[in-house]
């Protein structure tokens, strides 16, 4: 029989709302450089820095800030004025600063696996997830907090071994094919995707066909899910 | 009788060095500003900007990165070219790639402490501790590494609590008072303080006197402090 030793959910755009606020700071960038290029072509250009950088800034809010900076200086062949980059300084200051936004239906499934072992597992900037797991509210709901600097199997192996979690018995939510759902399957979990209407073009993944690959709508779906699985055996 | 179950050590400046590589660049930034004022003003300037960014940043290079660029800003009010700016990109970009350079006598202490856990702790950007841990091929010789947004009694006693491990049988061994030595001898554990010649400003708190605080010349001395005071009782 199927059984779930831990549930590991990610946190960004599972959750709580993410995604939305890099795209509402996407558009001022792209605004602010309106003289040097139809938004899309510059939100182009933003990606391509993004994915260079990385391998040297990783995930988070600081590294989308360095990379906005170097993008302004390269559109306007270093044209940009001072107060322009102050400008997207800004930007990324209101980012740092911004509420944290459940999404529906994510407190009521934590609340139906209450005396399961939950561990959340995100990645990005230390500081500012631990920020915003502190403003969530949920920080009591989980027996562990891990934020790593990449998803890999690697990162989710080192994880499920300072738990003392076998990855046959480990399930994992999230919003990323790429991140959340991919590299568990890979190790012998179980991997549950949630879409979220934004998702950064990174995460992207191909679905692949897996007996251990479940999707859902939202997270108020779990619990039944999991009750499911584990009846099934 | 006193008995360490586990040594926890500080990375950046107590096994490799890192603040060289801050005044290096803190250096070039200066003469990048040479219009603005001298070295020390700027200097100055740099670091209220970086303390008052901390809350917000954290620690790690990318806030120092975007700290350098706040301050480039706003000495010059906001007449600082994009060239320049990228300039700041790059000397971030370099300290990024820059080799790990051990401390003599770190490797050696740890050969003497084998077999004992031991349990690297350090602060800073995830990604670029990350790399610093696997390029200077120490890591094998950690039951954990354990990165944290800052080094303070909460973080401490989530990390003792996460190992099992009792605050009066763990001893702290690093270069900043303030973050490797007083969290710990508040929580009840021994400090062990081993000066480096350069320490950022920030890291600077005076010594208290206290039973359980010892310091040491460099880390060649910590494998016979530990068993005196383990046979001392």
């Known amino acids: 029989m199927t059984a779930f030793d831990a549930i ?107 005396g399961r072992r939950l561990i959340l597992i995100t990645k990005g900037d230390l500081i500012d997830q631990e920020r915003k797991v502190a403003a969530s509210g949920l920080a009591e709901r989980f027996a562990g907090v891990e934020i790593l600097a990449d998803k890999t199997p690697e990162a989710y192996a080192r994880v499920l071994d300072a738990h003392g979690i076998a990855a046959e018995r480990f399930m994992m939510v999230g919003n990323s094919m790429r991140s959340d759902v991919i590299p568990v399957l890979e190790l012998g979990g179980t991997g549950v995707f949630i879409p979220h209407a934004l998702t950064w073009n990174h995460e992207h993944a191909e679905a692949p066909d897996h007996p251990r690959l479940h999707q859902l709508s939202d997270m108020a779906a779990l619990p039944d899910l999991v009750a499911r699985l584990e009846a099934a055996g």
């Open 8 to 114: 590991g959910l990610d946190a960004d755009d599972t959750l709580w709302e993410n995604e939305t606020f890099f795209r509402v700071t996407e558009a001022e960038f792209c605004a602010l450089l309106a003289d040097h290029g139809d938004p899309e072509a510059i939100a182009g250009r933003l990606y391509d820095t993004e994915s260079a950088n990385l391998a040297r800034y990783g995930y988070g809010i600081k590294g989308f800030m360095l990379s906005m900076v170097q993008t302004a200086i390269e559109l306007t062949d270093g044209r940009i004025e001072g107060r322009q980059i102050a400008r997207i300084l800004d930007l990324g200051a209101e980012m740092l600063a911004h509420p944290v936004t459940l999404l529906p239906g994510g407190e009521a499934a934590l609340d139906a696996l209450a």
